[in-house]
């Protein structure tokens, strides 16, 4: 049996419109906090979902979104997702989240949620540009890499330049940027290449490795510190980096010893690496924040195209040859996949 505001109302003892201007916030309901309380732990508790597409058909607000992702999520946006899907909880706004591989099934399932009732839609790190200059049928938000043009993204250029300038500063003047393919990390590329120009310092070299159909890259690697004498590689996420600190470890080459290497993400597992990792965090509670914050905004018919490019922080460990405490605490309970410092990411001892 299907959980209904009437039950609601009737097991709280108060009536059925009180219970509608509870759930859908209302700023006119004149009901005690008890109350209002009462009927929120309830809903919450039965498990109540509004009939949206009963709402949509009179022509009223769902309080519902979808968020369209890819076929399958990395740790990271995991976490943003996770994070996004409870600030959204706290405005009172559900969500379907639903995949799209192209822009063609983007707008096919895109009518198909509109006929269900959505208000709104969010593109989350989708696998291609989108361009919400078209006709989309409903407001909307994208949020992604900074490259591919979205709404609100962090600044993947500012981390390359953080990355670069620090093992400059090291001494360190032969580097490999290490990636899947170049053309998805333009922006962390870009930077490192621009941060070593501007530095006038001579003899700094700079190649490009990558690994996306190139079963030699393994002996690429290896060749490039034996025999180019490569003192850095700047990876482009986190999970790399582990691969190949232990690939390089594993073939007799100390890290940071006789290379450096660092990450990009903030992944909490750059902590549990043989080296503790340097990395880029990026800054996934205001990334969650913002875009809700900007898509209420456009669901009010509020005009605002700038695009929002959020600060990234650089954490040091012990991979580019800096000297670290190291933390002999153990966690388990409650382990963050990120390591961002944020409410959400408290370690337990």
Same mark, same amino acid.
């Given at each position: 049996?299907?959980?209904?505001?009437?039950?609601?109302?009737?097991?709280?003892?108060?009536?059925?419109?009180?219970?509608?201007?509870?759930?859908?916030?209302?700023?006119?309901?004149?009901?005690?906090?008890?109350?209002?309380?009462?009927?929120?732990?309830?809903?919450?508790?039965?498990?109540?979902?509004?009939?949206?597409? @009963?709402?949509?058909?009179? /022509?009223?607000?769902?309080?519902?979104?979808?968020?369209?992702?890819?076929?399958?999520?990395?740790?990271?946006?995991?976490?943003?997702?996770?994070?996004?899907?409870?600030?959204?909880?706290?405005?009172?706004?559900?969500?379907?989240?639903?995949?799209?591989?192209?822009?063609?099934?983007?707008?096919?399932?895109?009518?198909?949620?509109?006929?269900?009732?959505?208000?709104?839609?969010?593109?989350?790190?989708?696998?291609?540009?989108?361009?919400?200059?078209?006709?989309?049928?409903?407001?909307?938000?994208?949020?992604?890499?900074?490259?591919?043009?979205?709404?609100?993204?962090?600044? $993947?250029?500012?981390?390359?330049?953080?990355?670069?300038?620090?093992?400059?500063?090291?001494?360190?003047?032969?580097?490999?940027?290490?990636?899947?393919?170049?053309?998805?990390? !333009? $922006?962390?590329?870009?930077?490192?290449?621009?941060?070593?120009?501007?530095?006038?310092?001579?003899?700094?070299?700079?190649?490009?490795?990558?690994?996306?159909?190139?079963?030699?890259?393994?002996?690429?690697?290896?060749?490039?510190?034996?025999?180019?004498?490569?003192?850095?590689?700047? @990876?482009?996420?986190?999970?790399?980096?582990?691969?190949?600190?232990?690939?390089?470890?594993?073939?007799?080459?100390?890290?940071?010893?006789?290379?450096?290497?660092?990450?990009? $993400? /903030?992944? @909490?597992?750059?902590?549990?690496?043989?080296?503790?990792?340097?990395?880029?965090?990026?800054?996934?509670?205001?990334?969650?924040?913002?875009?809700?914050?900007?898509?209420?905004?456009?669901?009010?018919?509020?005009?605002?195209?700038?695009?929002?490019?959020?600060?990234?922080?650089?954490? !040091?460990?012990?991979?580019?040859?800096?000297?670290?405490?190291? $933390?002999?605490?153990?966690?388990?309970?409650?382990?963050?996949?990120?390591?961002?410092?944020?409410?959400?990411?408290?370690?337990?001892?």
């Amino acid at each position: 049996m299907s959980v209904t505001m009437k039950s609601i109302a009737r097991q709280v003892g108060v009536t059925q419109p009180v219970v509608s201007a509870v759930l859908n916030n209302r700023s006119y309901c004149r009901v005690s906090a008890e109350k209002r309380e009462a009927i929120l732990a309830l809903a919450k508790e039965l498990g109540f979902r509004p009939n949206s597409a @009963a709402r949509h058909l009179r /022509g009223k607000k769902t309080n519902t979104i979808a968020i369209f992702t890819n076929q399958g999520c990395s740790v990271l946006q995991n976490e943003i997702l996770r994070i996004m899907l409870r600030i959204l909880e706290e405005r009172h706004l559900h969500a379907y989240t639903v995949t799209a591989g192209d822009p063609g099934e983007l707008r096919e399932k895109l009518l198909e949620m509109k006929a269900l009732g959505i208000d709104a839609f969010i593109g989350f790190y989708l696998g291609f540009e989108l361009n919400l200059s078209e006709e989309w049928p409903l407001p909307a938000v994208s949020l992604g890499v900074s490259w591919r043009n979205p709404d609100v993204a962090a600044d $993947d250029f500012q981390g390359g330049e953080l990355l670069c300038k620090h093992l400059l500063d090291h001494g360190l003047r032969r580097f490999v940027f290490l990636c899947n393919t170049v053309e998805k990390n !333009i $922006d962390k590329y870009s930077a490192i290449e621009q941060t070593i120009r501007n530095s006038n310092i001579p003899g700094v070299t700079l190649k490009a490795m990558e690994f996306h159909h190139n079963p030699e890259i393994v002996n690429e690697i290896l060749s490039a510190v034996k025999n180019e004498k490569v003192q850095a590689f700047m @990876a482009s996420n986190d999970y790399i980096s582990g691969r190949l600190m232990g690939l390089l470890q594993h073939s007799g080459i100390s890290v940071p010893g006789e290379v450096a290497i660092t990450g990009f $993400d /903030g992944l @909490a597992a750059s902590t549990m690496t043989p080296v503790p990792l340097t990395t880029v965090v990026l800054p996934l509670r205001q990334l969650a924040e913002r875009t809700v914050e900007l898509l209420l905004a456009r669901m009010e018919g509020k005009k605002n195209d700038r695009k929002i490019l959020l600060p990234v922080t650089l954490r !040091i460990g012990e991979s580019c040859g800096c000297s670290v405490p190291f $933390d002999f605490g153990f966690y388990w309970e409650r382990i963050p996949p990120v390591l961002e410092n944020t409410e959400d990411n408290e370690n337990t001892n």
